[in-house]
C-alpha cells in the first residue's frame, strides 16, 4: 500500500509564493528519493526539482533555480516544494512521484494525482 497526495496548490499572483506538501502514507519516505513534476497544458511533463534518499542532495530544473525549494520532513513523512517569485509559466498541475533523482528526474514509481497551481495577475 503506497500513496502519494500533493495539497497546497492554488491561484497565485505573478511573484507570489506557495507551498506544496507531498505526503506520503504506506511506506517510510526517507527511504526513498521524491521528486516534483509539472505538467501544463499542450506541453511535456516536467521534471522540477528532486531529494535524495540517502544524504538529502537536491536537484532542480534551470527554470526554477533560485525560486524553489524542495525539503523533507521524515517525522511528518511530507516532501515540500516552496515555490517563490512565481511566474505565469508556472502555472501547470504538480505532481510528485518516488524518483530517479538526475537532470531531470525520472519518476518511476508511486504518483499523486496532482495539484493545480495557477499564476495569473
Known amino acids: 500500500q503506497v500513496q502519494l497526495v500533493e495539497s497546497g496548490g492554488g491561484l497565485v499572483q505573478p511573484g507570489g509564493s506557495l507551498r506544496l506538501s507531498c505526503a506520503a502514507s504506506g511506506f517510510t519516505l526517507d527511504y526513498y528519493a521524491i521528486g516534483w513534476f509539472r505538467q501544463a497544458p499542450g506541453k511535456e511533463r516536467e521534471g522540477v526539482s528532486c531529494?535524495?534518499?540517502?544524504?538529502?542532495?537536491?536537484y532542480y530544473a534551470d527554470s526554477v533555480k533560485g525560486r524553489f525549494t524542495i525539503s523533507r520532513d521524515n517525522a511528518k513523512n511530507t516532501v515540500y516544494l516552496q515555490m517563490n517569485s512565481l511566474k505565469p509559466e508556472d502555472t501547470a498541475v504538480y505532481y510528485c512521484a518516488t524518483s530517479l533523482c538526475g537532470t531531470p528526474p525520472i519518476g518511476f514509481g508511486s504518483w499523486g494525482q496532482g495539484t493545480q497551481v495557477t499564476v495569473s495577475s
Open positions: 531529494i535524495s534518499s540517502s544524504d538529502g542532495s537536491t
